[in-house]
């Protein structure tokens, strides 16, 4: 990967990089993703994912250009209009964060452009807002929340606290685990975007008789979590979908994490062959076990060949039916699209353990099966 530009709009520096694959590439890819700041990792993990998956094919005819969003709508937007206008991308990917997505995927689609989310599912593009050029190979933002709900039933839990930040995703992420838990609400919280001090929030969790937390706090918001959970002395068992304890996370909050139970559509001991080959080849490539967002990018990428491998993104009909049929070897084994171009697959429970000096997931149970989304009904394409 060569630096192709360092370029200055309105006194910000942006970054950009590209994948030097061909001078004139056939396909040309944008993908804008947080590279900066808080949440990098996570940017970094599906680019690198991303990347790996494209090496891996040997293909000649795809250019991937890479901009860092600095988690900023407004410097998303800018990125977005820039790659559609001036780069002439045929397709967009790489956005992490659900605010940011919504402020950049409805424009892009409606100029024609085909967007392959690694990550955001807001429940906004699921219904009534989705598009037939709007692809999720993630999930849709509720799954996991919903597995989280499901695990507390199986679980015996009977009065969840529930904490989330107050953005898109913070919001799905309440809404999908009260969908499926039966039981009781001892608290509901929303907090900043980006918020590091929690002491105010444990002091409630501590009061309010809760017999479990379930709480939402990715990248560097879960690390502060739940570090001063685990000094605040509370007790009461914590769970939380995979963003909270992914890879990367987990090396940074350390024994805090032990033990808790998360849900997540992937780990890195799925049993499949897809799966276990590009485990080993991305410790190979980058020196560190895969995250659940690198597995993303990488089946992203995937799933964007096996279409290039079909039909002319400049044919957008039979792109985008290429697309629909999803015909790749996915690393979560299974895998088909929804009507609403939204992830069928199952759900899992994970629970944190410590191999030799490494913090990571094993594989408890499966809590949702072939499981799809409610939205299906409310997206008319």
């Given at each position: 990967m060569n630096l192709k530009s360092l370029i200055l709009t309105a006194g910000v520096v942006f970054v950009a990089s590209t994948l030097s694959i061909a001078s004139f590439a056939e396909t040309k890819v944008g993908m804008i993703t947080t590279l900066s700041g808080g949440g990098a990792g996570l940017g970094i993990d599906v680019r690198d994912g991303f990347l790996l998956a494209i090496k891996q094919s040997g293909r000649k005819d795809i250019e991937v250009v890479i901009e860092d969003d600095q988690r900023k709508p407004d410097i998303a937007v800018q990125l977005a209009d820039k790659m559609i206008q001036s780069e002439k991308v045929d397709i967009l990917t790489g956005i992490i964060w659900s605010n940011l997505a919504m402020a950049v995927i409805p424009s892009a689609t409606a100029q024609g452009k085909f967007y392959?989310?690694?990550?955001?599912?807001p429940s906004a593009l699921a219904g009534k807002g989705c598009h037939e050029n709007y692809f999720n190979v993630a999930w849709q933002n509720?799954?996991?929340y919903e597995?989280?709900?499901a695990y507390a039933n199986t679980a015996g839990y009977k009065n969840s606290f529930v904490l989330a930040p107050n953005y898109p995703a913070g919001?799905?992420?309440?809404?999908?685990?009260?969908?499926?838990?039966?039981?009781?609400?001892?608290?509901?919280?929303?907090?900043?975007?980006?918020?590091?001090?929690?002491?105010?929030?444990?002091?409630?969790?501590?009061?309010?008789g809760a017999d479990n937390v379930f709480f939402f706090l990715p990248g560097g918001m879960g690390i502060s979590f739940l570090k001063q959970y685990k000094d605040s002395g509370v007790d009461i068992p914590l769970t939380g979908p995979a963003f909270s304890f992914d890879q990367g996370i987990l090396q940074a909050v350390g024994d805090a994490a032990i033990g808790v139970v998360n849900t997540s559509q992937w780990n890195k001991d799925l049993d499949n062959a897809a799966n276990k080959a590009f485990v080993k080849s991305f410790q190979n490539e980058y020196g560190r076990l895969p995250s659940l967002y690198a597995s993303q990018g990488f089946d992203t990428a995937n799933l964007l060949i096996s279409a290039i491998d079909k039909a002319d993104v400049k044919d957008a009909d039979a792109f985008r039916a290429a697309l629909k049929k999803a015909d790749f070897?996915?690393?979560?084994?299974?895998?088909?699209?929804?009507?609403?171009?939204?992830?069928?697959?199952?759900?899992?429970?994970?629970?944190?353990?410590?191999?030799?000096?490494?913090?990571?997931?094993?594989?408890?149970?499966?809590?949702?099966?072939?499981?799809?989304?409610?939205?299906?009904?409310?997206?008319?394409?």
């Open positions: 392959l989310s690694p990550n955001a599912g509720d799954n996991l597995a989280g709900g919001k799905d992420a309440i809404i999908g685990y009260k969908r499926i838990y039966k039981g009781d609400i001892a608290g509901e919280l929303y907090t900043k975007l980006g918020q590091t001090d929690y002491a105010a929030e444990i002091a409630q969790i501590r009061a309010s070897e996915s690393t979560r084994g299974n895998f088909k699209f929804a009507d609403n171009n939204h992830p069928i697959q199952s759900i899992y429970a994970r629970k944190v353990i410590k191999e030799g000096d490494v913090f990571t997931n094993e594989i408890v149970s499966v809590v949702l099966e072939n499981h799809s989304n409610v939205y299906v009904a409310d997206c008319k394409m």
